[in-house]
């Protein structure tokens, strides 16, 4: 399925569909004001049609607050006035709201799938949010080459060729991956590797791969492992693993036993496939199977990926903002939202009746391109699938709640030990990295409520401190941090999508007295008072018990028992920022290894790069060469030529 579809916004042929519009704007303070809300949501009413369309709640910043679809716009956004039937978490977002953007489609079900696609772009906070932003990862067979490729993909579907998923997870597709190219040899390697072999490499070798780069097998045979292998993805594993064994069984009587033996091995590795799948989903063809599970004001829901009658693994979502949300209409959120960027297969079960169901279907199919049937089974295989993805979501679920429960009380016991007035929901972990102040690099994670927030990791190239100076390092990194915060202390407070405009409620700092000094120091000359800081240090004892010693702003210091959980919850946030920064460190090293003299001159890129090294041999020789060697070389132009000899003799 494209991956560009007509019913988005910027496709081209979206005029043909929608008409978007700013329909009314309130000048109106930022503070909560149903009064004012109401007004502006009562102008828009004003000038909208009765014709099916998607609309968005704007607060005075102009961020989206609410996404909503409609069958008749002027009906569904009246409903907004009558404030006496709205439920609390609405009359918030409508006293939010000081403006609205309408776009008009050509059907409820075009509304719908635009909803999802406005609801992943701008996460609105009253929007039940599908939490997951990875794409999934798929296998493709590509039907671009003579002897075509099987690989993992992930991102848009451009490439010609056949695609196969979603599978749950990296690891689920590579396991997957791997058990197929020992049955059917298919080459995994890209081109420019492919045609510039000679000689077979090590996966032909462990007969992983049937070696069609250097003939060992022709087009013909190439081809016919393609069609076995797009049987068994396709749902016919039991056919092919029959030829396979007739294969065997000829080889053997024909007293091939080295031609027996590959067989053999093809053959477990089909049976390590279908033996692996921890979900039986004989005769379900091509199905997704979605079950939820609701507790302690906590949704998860279960989704099975099953293609061909094969599991191709499980993942559980655990969508936001479901308050006051019934939860029928959340999985039919969900479900929405999850396809936004999966192709839907032929079948989707629920554990459930949804609302609008045949709606949500007719928009499915729209999508697909192909029909959707969306049913809640009763009986047979589909129902004990059913039963265990139910079941599988209450087990999720009760992991989360624990998960939750041990989190909150690191965090209550975090606020005590610290002497916090609350348990922090931002916490900001500081270190930088270098060799004898060479390429040092600094930076910053953080932790929230429900562990590690990686979208909010930032790094930092230093800039100021070339000499070992740990604790310069560490100044630049605050004053870079902090500059914007500290000149506008108020204006962007609590706005969760960006580091930059997000005060801490925590900053952990890996290193002793003398970073927490630093830090204390540099923030006091920004202003900044009321930023708690602690710093992490290893004690005298920590080669032998693991006990750290943590440093206060005042002076004082704190140790913690080394069988301690919070000992363990803070030594496992000091050793992530570690991790980062030593990668960050790593990479910039590497790319320094790699760099050379010619990548400063402008408009000198790889090509002219490789054309002049191989025509001069170093860097240092094209920069001694006279004008009429740099226009002899193969590739420079005469201008291209003028433009070297001009850098390197400017000055001259």
């Known amino acids: ?325 019934d939860k029928d209409e959340v999985l039919a959120r969900v479900i929405m939202q999850f396809y936004e960027e999966v192709p839907p297969p032929r079948t989707v079960l629920v554990d459930r009746e949804l609302p609008e169901a045949e709606l949500l279907a007719q928009a499915l199919c729209e999508a697909a391109e192909h029909k959707v049937e969306l049913s809640v089974p009763q009986r047979g295989d589909r129902r004990r699938l059913m039963e265990q993805a139910q079941r599988n979501a209450v087990d999720a679920l009760d992991r989360r709640l624990a998960e939750t429960g041990t989190k909150a009380k690191l965090n209550r016991d975090l606020a005590e030990f610290l002497e916090l007035e609350e348990p922090p929901q931002r916490i900001e972990i500081y270190d930088n990295s270098h060799i004898q102040g060479a390429k040092a690099v600094g930076a910053m994670v953080v932790a929230g409520p429900e562990g590690f927030e990686k979208a909010q990791y930032r790094k930092f190239n230093i800039r100021s401190a070339q000499t070992n100076d740990d604790f310069g390092m560490m100044r630049e990194v605050m004053q870079r941090r902090f500059r914007n915060l500290a000149e506008n202390p108020d204006g962007e407070e609590g706005k969760r999508n960006s580091h930059e405009t997000v005060w801490p409620d925590l900053v952990l700092l890996d290193g002793g007295k003398g970073q927490m000094s630093t830090v204390r120091d540099t923030l006091a000359e920004m202003g900044i008072d009321n930023v708690p800081l602690i710093a992490i240090a290893k004690g005298p004892d920590h080669g032998r018990e693991g006990r750290e010693v943590f440093h206060f702003p005042d002076g004082r210091e704190k140790t913690l028992p080394v069988n301690s959980p919070l000992l363990f919850h803070l030594q496992n946030l000091r050793d992530e920022v570690h991790r980062y920064v030593i990668g960050a460190h790593r990479a910039k090293r590497s790319r320094a290894i790699t760099a050379s003299p010619l990548d400063e001159i402008p408009g000198i890129g790889p090509s002219r790069k490789r054309a002049l090294l191989l025509h001069f041999g170093t860097a240092s020789k094209v920069r001694a060469a006279a004008l009429d060697d740099l226009k002899r070389a193969p590739g420079i132009s005469v201008a291209v030529a003028q433009q070297i000899y001009d850098f390197y003799h400017a000055s001259a």
Not at 26 to 46: F, K
Not at 174 to 184: G, P, R, S, V
């Open 1 to 325: 399925m494209s991956d560009s579809k007509a019913n988005r916004p910027h496709d081209p042929r979206g005029k043909e569909r929608f008409n978007e519009e700013r329909a009314a704007y309130t000048v109106a303070s930022a503070q909560p004001d149903l009064e004012a809300g109401v007004d502006a949501i009562r102008e828009t009413v004003r000038t909208l049609p009765p014709r099916p369309g998607v609309y968005r709640m704007l607060d005075a910043r102009g961020d989206v607050l609410y996404v909503g679809k409609a069958r008749s716009l002027k009906a569904r956004v009246a409903n907004y006035t009558q404030i006496n039937a709205l439920t609390n978490r609405l009359q918030r977002m409508v006293s939010q709201t000081r403006s609205m953007e309408i776009v008009t489609t050509n059907s409820e079900a075009g509304a719908l799938l635009l909803e999802a696609q406005f609801i992943k772009r701008y996460r609105p906070p009253y929007n039940v949010l599908l939490r997951d932003d990875k794409s999934f990862p798929f296998i493709l067979l590509r039907a671009d080459h003579a002897f075509p490729r099987i690989h993992k993909h992930r991102g848009a579907r451009r490439a010609k060729g056949n695609y196969y998923g979603p599978f749950a997870s990296a690891g689920s597709v590579n396991k997957t991956l791997n058990a197929l190219q020992k049955l059917f040899l298919l080459r995994s390697c890209t081109d420019s590797f492919f045609n510039n072999r000679d000689r077979p490499c090590l996966l032909y070798q462990i007969k992983r791969c049937s070696a069609p780069c250097v003939g060992r097998i022709d087009e013909d045979g190439y081809e016919d492992l393609v069609r076995q292998a797009k049987d068994f993805l396709g749902g016919k594993s039991s056919s092919v693993q029959q030829d396979l064994e007739k294969q065997m069984a000829e080889a053997a009587e024909k007293l091939d036993f080295e031609t027996a033996a590959i067989l053999r091995d093809r053959l477990r590795a089909a049976t390590f496939i279908q033996g692996s799948q921890a979900v039986n989903a004989t005769g379900v063809g091509d199905a997704d199977v979605f079950a939820l599970s609701a507790k302690g004001g906590q949704i998860a829901v279960q989704a099975f990926f099953i293609r061909g009658g094969q599991n191709w693994g499980h993942r559980a979502f655990f969508p936001t903002h479901t308050q006051d949300v």
